[in-house]
Nanobody, 122 residues
Framework: VQLQAFGGGLVQAGGYLRLSCAAS????????MGWFRRAPGTEREFVAS????????YYADSVKGRFTISRDNAKNTVYLQMNSLKPEDTAVYYC????????????????WGQGTQVTVSS
């Protein structure tokens, strides 16, 4: 499956962005989907994940209550709505496709998108 993430940009602290990740090349509903991010000088970290049906969702503690992951299997797309953004949310955000269940470890994912930059100014 091929993944393309988009929707990143520059936003002020307290603002919002919506990331999208479009999938192609395979049956989208076969996969659980995740969002990860990597800030400069840090390791890639888990942000959110959703199972194939959209019913089991996990969030990193750092984004819980501010970010919402969702998916539309008819559109082969997973979304990440990011509200109340903070400067520490600045990172390259990656979408990934993995097992049908909701998974939180990067090694569980087989396919990765190219990443989209999110920059939050203070």
């Amino acid at each position: 499956v091929q993944l393309q993430a988009f929707g990143g940009g520059l936003v002020q602290a307290g603002g919002y962005l919506r990331l999208s990740c479009a999938a192609s090349g395979d049956t989208f509903s076969n996969y659980g989907m995740g969002w990860f991010r990597r800030a400069p000088g840090t390791e890639r970290e888990f942000v959110a994940s959703v199972d194939w049906r959209g019913s089991t969702i996990y969030y990193a503690d750092s984004v819980k209550g501010r970010f919402t992951i969702s998916r539309d299997n008819a559109k082969n797309t997973v979304y990440l709505q990011m509200n109340s953004l903070k400067p520490e949310d600045t990172a390259v955000y990656y979408c990934a496709a993995g097992p049908p269940r909701s998974a939180v470890w990067s090694w569980q994912y087989d396919y990765w998108g190219q990443g989209t930059q999110v920059t939050v100014s203070s």
